[in-house]
């Protein structure tokens, strides 16, 4: 029997602070190469921290951090990458007014010629492009076209080629759905699934179940910087998720809360009817007695 293999990004009691500020208390996880893990939790839950410390902005205060079995400690970005971990922010690094192949090898220019005479290779950039994109199932127009022209959803799609091309195993998505309509998110969540196809680990960060659920193959949840756990597809509902991420007692009292406001409206409504038919009846007799002969 073969040896299982490690995982591709791992955290054991991982934790970190600011200060006298708690914004992660002893969080783990695993990524393994062809799933979809997807962080989940509201504004404020720890997830832009979290993804820091994967991508080598922020070292962990306490825990280990592992990357195909090995323990590392990022000193930055770079060393992040240098590992496989391709992190897609919402601003996407991307320059609006350059073309779609400039854009894609920003920072790993091709170059020909020599000395004083290296230039841009136009041709090259251009035919990788297309041809990368192609394997993630993207059709652009023309790789000359600004990306600025490109609508949410094929940004999103060019950033996820980008990251595949240049030897990504684990990559990091925050919030890729986030200001995208029904249509362009339905885009962004298949070009995810053909990167998990390819056997790269994906860490999906959302707080939108309803884009998550669909795609996603375990899930962690995070609040307030602490974890409800992790959770196979199998063994939890979309109405579960929704209820761990709101907080369940949270979610009843606010329940209450509505159930409390729409009788207050209920009676109120009541009231203002009362009202009316009061004046009604008042302007009624006004007008009878103003009808009559005088």
Do not use: W
Request: charged share 25%.
């Amino acid at each position: 029997m073969a040896a299982p293999t490690a995982p591709l990004l791992e955290v054991a009691n991982v934790s970190k602070y600011f200060g006298g500020v708690i914004a992660l208390k002893d969080i783990s996880m695993t990524v393994h190469a062809g799933e979809v893990m997807c962080l989940l939790g509201d504004n404020g839950a720890g997830k832009s921290t979290l993804i820091k410390i994967f991508s080598g902005v922020h070292p962990p205060s306490e825990g280990r951090f592992l990357v195909e079995g090995r323990e590392v400690r990022f000193a930055s970005p770079r060393d992040a990458l240098a590992a496989g971990i391709a992190t897609v922010y919402q601003d996407l690094a991307m320059i609006p007014l350059m073309s779609i192949s400039r854009n894609f090898f920003l920072g790993n220019e091709p170059t020909t010629g020599v000395g004083p005479l290296r230039r841009f290779d136009h041709r090259r950039a251009d035919r990788v492009t297309r041809d990368e994109l192609a394997k993630m199932g993207i059709r652009v127009r023309d790789t000359d076209q600004a990306v600025g022209t490109l609508s949410g959803g094929e940004r999103q799609s060019v950033a996820i080629a980008r990251a595949v091309h240049f030897g990504a195993k684990v990559l990091i998505l925050d919030e890729p759905t986030a200001a995208l309509g029904v249509k362009e998110a339905g885009v962004v969540l298949r070009y995810i699934a053909q990167a998990r196809a390819r056997g790269l680990g994906v860490v999906f960060i959302t707080h939108n179940v309803h884009h998550a659920y669909p795609i996603g193959d375990r899930f962690t949840l995070l609040n307030r910087g602490r974890s409800y756990g992790t959770f196979a597809k199998t063994d939890v509902s979309r109405e579960e998720v929704v209820a761990m991420m709101a907080g369940g007692e949270e979610l009843e009292e606010l329940g209450h809360e509505l159930e409390e406001f729409a009788r207050s409206d209920r009676v109120a409504g009541g009231a203002m009817a009362e009202t009316g038919r009061e004046l009604a009846a008042e302007a009624r007799a006004i007008g009878a007695s103003a009808s009559e002969p005088r």
